[in-house]
């Protein structure tokens, strides 16, 4: 059903775009109710506009806490207009229905990142314009609400094509938008309150988060995506790309795989090479052209159409090298002029600058048919001091330093998870197999066929520990001469004799990193 709108109320704290939907308004005779800075700014571009107070006559109070919250003005925007009860009641207080509501919030947002001062961001949320909202919401049917500026052009259109009235089709849309708002706005409330008080795990857990893009396609080009952004800086993700196609899902899970595993080499250069949101290749290195090769070198046929990324500038003789290869994404700390022509020249490659991603390291979620995961992430870094070597022959310092690096890739490799490592570079990894045995086959493998001559005296490090002397067995006739795991089995005097027997080193961190 097509309804005529009669009087508008409006009270924006975003006040663009105003003029077009004014100009629009007038010319269809709606009255326009407003208050504080919105009536101001009403009356300076020229337009007439009724003062909220004189319109309910009742002055604002509490510093305008109570403004919009009124009868005559809730009464207004809920009756029914077909009720019979509903309009009797409004005749006999002679209260006009309000059929247009125009709102949006105190930039609760906005506060939060600017503002350290608890008093002034309370009093930055909103009240009167979320109850407002919810109202018109709700009677969708009677009233349209408009939330967002964008959809500014979308009203004046309807307006202009139904002749000042609104359709009920466009006025559930706007409702449903609208409800989407006001969970928005109050799971960032929410949020903020449960980071102020520390509370990781309410007993209500609020999900936030503002669509930054739709994508493609999902996994597969049957599968619909879009992509979101879950923070108070809702612009966090400050992914410059500079050039190459449009970003697919697949492309973000990756990007996401290979920040993760950057963000946690902090000592080098680092390069690390994803595909399938596995590692592929992961080195650390004084230099960046030899962090780069060592990193590819881990898997170059694994490396074909994957993502890169670099804690580092790229310069020309990086980019010479990544050029011959076919590569999706080429993430890194900036890219020198020669760098970007010689990238350039391949009009697909996504190249994006990340000088200025910082990572935050929120909670890992994983949904499933109406319910959710939630975890802290694992960022845990093993304490040397505390790594116990169980084996007779002990590691060096540089060995110790290298079980480090090796451990620490082990977090972001599906499990069951085997890295082997030679001078802080991957030279095979086995992942995500049901069989610990089968990882380590796979990265033994994976080492042989791209890096034989490494895999002697090189490291191997596990995600869990060894049920049984197979995995760590297939390992030493590699030529692995240390091995790091978490230890825990009832069978790790087993796998310790074995690793004696082969006169190798060990050492259990105590700690477990399975990432299903």
């Known amino acids: 059903m097509n309804l005529k709108i009669k009087n508008a109320l409006i009270s924006v704290s975003n006040k663009e775009n105003l003029v077009s939907l004014l100009k629009t308004l007038k010319k269809f005779n709606i009255n326009i109710i407003s208050s504080g800075g919105t009536y101001a700014s009403i009356r300076k571009l020229g337009y007439q506009c009724t003062e909220l107070s004189k319109y309910t006559g009742f002055k604002e109070m509490l510093d305008g806490r109570v403004k919009t919250l009124h009868p005559k003005i809730h009464a207004g925007i809920l009756h029914d207009r077909q009720n019979k009860k509903h309009k009797s009641e409004m005749s006999k207080q002679n209260f006009p229905a309000i059929d247009l509501i125009v709102v949006n919030f105190y930039p609760f947002q906005k506060i939060v990142l600017s503002s350290k001062n608890p008093k002034q961001i309370i009093e930055n949320i909103d009240i009167g314009g979320p109850t407002m909202v919810r109202a018109a919401a709700k009677n969708f049917n009677n009233v349209t609400i408009i939330t967002n500026k964008d959809d500014y052009g979308s009203l004046i259109e309807e307006l202009e094509n139904l002749k000042g009235k609104t359709s009920l089709k466009f006025r559930e849309l706007m409702s449903s938008k609208a409800f989407g708002l006001t969970a928005y706005y109050d799971a960032m409330i929410a949020n903020w309150f449960n980071k102020k008080l520390k509370i990781e795990f309410p007993e209500r857990k609020t999900i936030f988060g503002r669509k930054l893009q739709r994508l493609r396609y999902g996994e597969n080009p049957h599968q619909q995506s879009s992509i979101y952004v879950n923070d108070y800086n809702d612009k966090h993700l400050k992914f410059d790309q500079i050039h190459g196609k449009e970003l697919s899902y697949n492309n973000y899970n990756d990007m996401f795989a290979s920040l993760e595993i950057l963000n946690s080499l902090k000592k ?124 007779k022959l002990k590691p060096t310092k540089k060995e110790l330093a290298e079980v480090e690096f090796a451990f620490n890739i082990c977090k972001y490799v599906k499990s069951n998870a085997i890295v082997i490592c030679n001078n802080f570079s991957t030279i095979g990894i086995g992942a995500g197999q049901p069989s610990r045995l089968d990882s380590c086959k796979i990265a033994v493998q994976k080492a042989k066929q791209f890096q034989f001559s490494k895999i002697k005296n090189s490291i191997a490090a596990s995600d869990a520990f060894f049920p049984f002397a197979d995995g760590i067995n297939a390992l030493i006739k590699a030529g692995v001469k240390t091995i790091v795991q978490p230890g825990g089995s009832i069978r790790d005097q087993e796998v310790i004799n074995a690793a004696n027997k082969a006169k190798i080193k060990m050492i259990f961190t105590g700690i477990r990193h399975f990432n299903h």
């Open 268 to 391: 080098n250069s680092g390069t690390v090479i994803i595909k399938h949101a596995n590692p592929c290749g992961v080195s650390e290195n004084k230099v960046p052209l030899i962090s780069f090769k060592n990193a590819y070198a881990s898997d170059p046929i694994s490396a074909f159409g994957g993502v890169i990324a670099c804690n580092y500038k790229i310069n020309k003789k990086i980019a010479l090298e990544i050029n011959k290869n076919f590569l999706e994404v080429i993430l890194a700390n900036g890219f020198d002029k020669d760098a970007l022509n010689i990238l350039k020249k391949k009009k697909n490659l996504r190249i994006i600058d990340i000088s200025n991603f910082n990572l935050k390291n929120l909670s890992s979620i994983k949904t499933f048919d109406g319910s959710f995961l939630v975890q802290s992430k694992d960022n845990i870094v093993i304490d040397k001091k505390k790594l116990k070597c169980v084996t």
